[in-house]
C-alpha cells in the first residue's frame, strides 16, 4: 500500500491537516501560512484525492484511515490532528483506533452521521445525497462544483466569492478527486455512524462549527461536542462550511490557543 501524498511546511509541534470531500491539501494553503511559524504543518490528500491514489482494494473507512497512519508514521510520532468535513470523519476514526499518536483533536464542521434518520434529525436528507451521488457516477463536473458553491453558502457574498475561489483554485492547482473516491466518500456519509465511538475517546478536543453551514448543521455539530468527553465547542458567527478560509485569522487565533492547553 503506497503512502498518500502530503506537503511540510514550517518549524515547531507537528499539526495534521486533513481536507474535505473532492478537495485536496491546498485548502489548507492560507492557513498554513499563517501557521507555519508556530506549528510542523503535515497537509495530506486524503485517498483518491488530489495526487495521492485510489486503491480499490484498501476502500473501507478502516483501511483508508490505516493509509493515513502509514503515511504519519515514518513523520511524525506525536501529533495534532485536524479534520475538516470528510477529513473530521477520518480523524475520527484515527482517534479511535491509534489515539496514542493524538495529542489534540479539532474537527471543523465535522458531523459523526452525515444523513438524517430515526433518533438523529441534525444530518442531511437522504435524497439529496443520492441526487450528488447520482450526478458524480454520471460523470457531470458539476457535481463537484455544486458542493463547492454550498461550502461558501451562508457566509457575506463577497466572503462567498473570495471562498468559492479559493476552493476551486485549490482543484485547479492541486488536482481533482478520482470518481471512484468521490462515490466511496459519498458512500461512506450514506452509511456511516460513528455515534458509538464518540464516548470512548478521550483525546482532548474542539469542535468548530459555521453558523450558517448548508452541509454540516450546526445541530450536528453541537451533539458531537456533547458526546465527546470534554470537548470544547465554537461556533463562528457569519460563517458557512469552510470557517478556516471565510475567517482565517479569528480560526488561526482559536486553533493555537487550544493547540497550546
Known sequence: MSALHYE????GKDLVLLHGWGLNLGVWDELGRMLARRFRIIAIDLPGHGRSDWDPQAATP???AWRVHETLAPLTERYF???WSL???FALDLAAAMPAGIERLVLVATTPKFLAGPGWRCGMAPHLLTRLADAVRS????????LLALCAHGSAPRTA???LGQLRGALVMHGAAHPDALVNGLERLRDGDLRPALPLLRVPSLVIAGEHDRITRVAAARA???RLHGARYVEFARAAHAPFLSHPARFAQTLCRFLRG
Open 81 to 83: 490532528l485536524l479534520g
Open 87 to 89: 477529513g473530521g470523519q
Open 8 to 11: 511540510m511546511r514550517g518549524r
Open 224 to 226: 458531537l461536542a456533547a
Open 161 to 163: 466569492r473570495k471562498v
Open 62 to 64: 478502516a483501511a483508508q
Open 139 to 146: 460523470g457531470r463536473d458539476a457535481a463537484v462544483d455544486e
